[in-house]
């Protein structure tokens, strides 16, 4: 983690500009924290099969983070969720004003694609990193998960669509994120079809996670607004606390399981993240 955090921090967006707060916009919600979770298993991949390229996967892993957050600022503008905090800081559209988030966003957006162009890494290897980023984060994954959620906020949905919607939302970018890693180690295509299908489910727990922990828990605790999900489609909403917990109880269990098939290697890249956020529910 503070090996990437370093490297985040040295490598923040850099432009030359007379405009008074650019350049604090594309920076802000980079620097205000987060957990960092895809671009730590992108890393966590690369580390534990050739860790002398541990260097040249840090600009793909920081694209990521770039892509995630301008999801997030978007996610947080009047539009969509309207909320004021994010990372336990004020969300861009509250700092500053709607269009320099919404530009800040869209900025972090197409630059996560040039980092990934130039980083260090073979050209065949940046085409197949750049897919699945696109294909998972776009309109097929990420935004089609949004539009799902925005168009049908108060109107409730079945638990396969729920699920549907978080597939796409949020777990598609953790399943790439994992790919990614195995790309650019040069894994078989068996493997990481493997670990798409695990990201994806690593990815529904942690919504899981997400929705029970808005319900449970308090503003400073999460950073970032709680108790706010009641026109939203989320797995307590449908199921209630208990069945959500034990929904999430049941998916970690299944994906603990799964973890112990992978190969030594594998299981030693995933283990600290898969302790840390298992059974982050309870």
């Not at 919600?29 to 992108?42: D, E, I, Q, S």
């Not at 319900?215 to 706010?228: D, H, I």
Request: net charge negative.
């Amino acid at each position: 983690m503070q090996r990437f955090e370093s490297y985040l921090q040295a490598n923040l967006p850099t432009v030359e500009t007379f405009h008074p707060v650019y350049q604090e916009a594309l920076r802000a919600m980079l620097t205000a924290g987060g957990k960092r979770f895809r671009p730590m298993l992108l890393l966590a991949v690369v580390e534990a099969y050739e860790p002398l390229l541990y260097e040249s996967a840090l600009p793909v892993a920081m694209a990521v983070e770039m892509f995630h957050t301008y999801s997030l600022i978007h996610d947080d503008l009047p539009a969509m969720d309207d909320a004021d905090l994010r990372r336990g800081e004020p969300t861009l559209h509250t700092r500053f004003d709607e269009v320099t988030a919404i530009l800040a966003g869209d900025a972090l957006n197409t630059d996560a694609f040039l980092r990934i162009a130039q980083a260090p890494l073979r050209a065949d290897v940046k085409v197949k990193l750049t897919t699945l980023l696109a294909q998972n984060g776009g309109s097929q994954g990420m935004v089609l998960g949004q539009a799902i959620d925005c168009w049908f906020e108060n109107k409730p949905l079945r638990l396969e669509e729920v699920k549907t919607l978080h597939i796409n939302k949020t777990a598609k970018l953790i399943a790439a994120s994992l790919c990614m890693g195995a790309v650019i180690v040069g894994l078989d295509t068996k493997t990481i079809e493997r670990l798409y299908d695990f990201g994806i489910d690593l990815g529904l727990l942690f919504q899981i996670q997400d929705d029970i922990i808005d319900e449970t828990r308090s503003e400073a605790e999460a950073g970032k607004p709680t108790g706010n999900d009641g026109a939203k489609n989320s797995f307590v909403n449908l199921l209630g606390l208990r069945q959500a917990i034990e929904e999430a109880d049941e998916l970690a269990k299944d994906l603990q399981r799964r973890f112990e098939a992978f190969d030594e290697t594998m299981q030693t890249a995933l283990r600290p993240l898969m302790e840390r956020y298992l059974y982050r529910h309870r």
